[in-house]
């Protein structure tokens, strides 16, 4: 075995490993969820550096994608919980790159809307059919079309609820074969009754 196959079986290990920690993640979310125990634990932070970190860890997991990256003007000071944040990008991230072939580009961007901050990700991967949309945040809910990718169905569930914690919500735009727009939509300003149990 040459030093290229020991690197390459090692990369491949090592994106499998964080897929299952992932995964763990995911689902021990789900089960705060189901308890009430999954709670927004305030404090202020840099959103551009965390939305910037987050998409460049996912560039170095895959480096045979192409993601382009276009944020402006994301908040340097933003109320929230940033771990629950960066876990639904990450999310929504994953996503993007499961469903999608090795060559399509992932965007990543981000647009202001009065009080709120929006971060897009959009892909060009299966898309999901028209019937199938108003579901997608439903937990254990897969597409009919990705039923030979893996997956759990409560990863959408969880960036909704997430979302929800913050005040904002979760917009998912697509078509069938033409990829998936997926927005997070986030106030710019601390959330009512954050902090409590959901």
């Known amino acids: 075995m040459t030093s290229d196959d020991v690197q390459d079986r ?18 021990l979310s789900y089960t705060r969820i189901n308890a ?13 550096i965390l939305v910037r970190q987050t998409c460049q860890e996912y560039q170095r997991q895959e480096p045979s994608r192409s993601f382009l990256i276009d944020l402006k003007d994301l908040p340097d000071v933003f ?7 960066e ?44 019937t199938d949309l108003p579901y997608l945040t439903q937990p254990f809910f897969r597409a009919r079309n990705v039923k030979h990718v893996p997956g759990t169905g409560l990863g959408l569930s969880l960036v909704s609820h997430i979302l929800k914690l913050h005040g904002g919500s979760v917009q998912i735009k697509s078509r069938e074969g033409h990829g998936t727009t997926l927005r997070l939509i986030l106030p710019d300003e601390a959330p009512p009754g954050a902090g409590a149990k959901s």
């Open 36 to 48: 009430g125990a999954l709670a927004v634990s305030l404090s202020v932070f840099n959103l551009d």
């Open 10 to 27: 090692s990369e491949k290990i090592w994106r499998a490993s964080l897929r299952l920690q992932e995964l763990i993640e995911t689902i």
């Open 87 to 130: 876990q639904a990008l990450a999310i929504v991230l994953s996503n993007a790159v499961k469903y999608s072939p090795a060559g399509a580009p992932i965007t990543i961007r981000n647009l202001r809307h009065k009080d709120q901050v929006v971060i897009e990700v959009a892909d060009q991967g299966l898309g999901v059919p028209e």
């Open 79 to 85: 109320v929230g919980d940033p771990v629950l944040i």
